[in-house]
């Protein structure tokens, strides 16, 4: 693989998905990607996770808490998997190598 592009449509359901698929008469941009995901990512004290929580367990592989960043439960930090990676296998190219964009709409 040469290139992957990950998408994290914040606040985004399945259902979000489906009333934009039915409001656009069935067609959306999101059909022409050749694999598709989806990941659960509750926190850990509610079934319900917010914005920073959900985006802690996709960059790090952890389930943090409610309202928590980059921390586990009991606030200790977390290190990303791409960082992760690069310490176990030095040879892999730093996250600065790669042409990475990082874009956030609000």
Do not use: C, F
């Not at 656009?24 to 059909?31: D, T």
């Not at 985006?55 to 977390?78: C, E, F, I, R």
């Not at 600065?96 to 964009?101: K, N, V």
Request: proline fraction near 6%; charged fraction near 15%.
């Amino acid at each position: 693989v040469k290139n992957v592009i990950l998408m994290i449509g914040d606040g985004m359901s399945l259902m979000h998905i489906q009333a934009a698929w039915t409001v656009n008469r069935g067609r959306l941009w999101l059909e022409n990607a050749q694999a598709v995901g989806l990941s659960k990512t509750p926190a850990t004290n509610r079934l319900i996770t917010d914005s920073g929580s959900g985006g802690t367990s996709l960059a790090s592989g952890y389930k943090t808490s409610y309202h928590a960043v980059g921390v586990d439960p009991t606030g200790k930090p977390l290190t990303s998997i791409m960082l992760k990676r690069q310490e176990r296998v030095p040879a892999w190219p730093s996250p600065a190598a790669y042409g990475t964009l990082h874009l956030a709409t609000s």
